[in-house]
């Protein structure tokens, strides 16, 4: 008994040890992985909001927000209980009406188990909006966001971020 005592006390020590260290590095190279650091202030506010466990899915992505840092900072305000995170991708002409693109949306509500739904919603005026890439690829995703937040119960207020011209919804889906 007192050699598995030892045993176990050898191992756990450099285990502790070796999970310390990831948490520093995680917390220190965030920063690397952030994107636009006026994004930053994002992050911790929009994890906070969206909570622990589950399955979350995400509409509002872009090219200087991916869902890379959201999912990193989620681990780290969450560790373990940090929720599963699973995209909306569906895409199409922004142009198009919203009676032909919303069955779509509706049948990833319906076939994903998402518990909630987290909705990065740029607003006109944003900078990122104003780019020919969002316009080009991720304008389609301010339709769906706007689609959501009028068809879903919000989950808490939404979190205003004026000097971006960001908003972050988190909206039930079940």
């Known amino acids: 008994m007192g050699l598995l005592v030892i045993g176990a ?4 020590g450099p285990l502790g040890a070796a999970r310390g260290r990831l948490d520093e590095r995680l917390a220190r ?7 636009d650091p006026r994004l930053s202030a994002v992050l911790e506010p929009m994890a906070e909001a969206t909570g622990a466990g589950g399955r979350v899915g995400v509409v509002g992505v872009f090219a200087e927000l991916p869902t890379g840092p959201g999912r990193w900072t989620l681990v780290l305000a969450h560790g373990a209980e940090a929720p599963a995170v699973d995209e909306d991708r569906q895409g199409f002409d922004p142009a198009t009406p919203r009676e032909e693109w919303w ?18 919603q740029l607003s006109t005026e944003s900078p990122w909006a104003q780019r020919e890439d969002f316009r080009r690829y991720n304008a389609w995703q301010m339709a769906v966001a706007e689609a959501l937040v009028e068809e879903l119960p919000a989950r808490r207020p939404a979190l205003q971020f004026p000097g971006i011209g960001m908003t972050v919804h988190v909206v039930r889906v079940r």
């Open 103 to 120: 069955p779509k949306g509706e049948r990833w509500l319906d076939e994903d188990p998402l518990d909630r739904v987290l909705i990065l």
């Open 29 to 35: 190279d965030h920063a690397l992985y952030a994107g």
């Open 9 to 12: 006390a050898t191992v756990a």
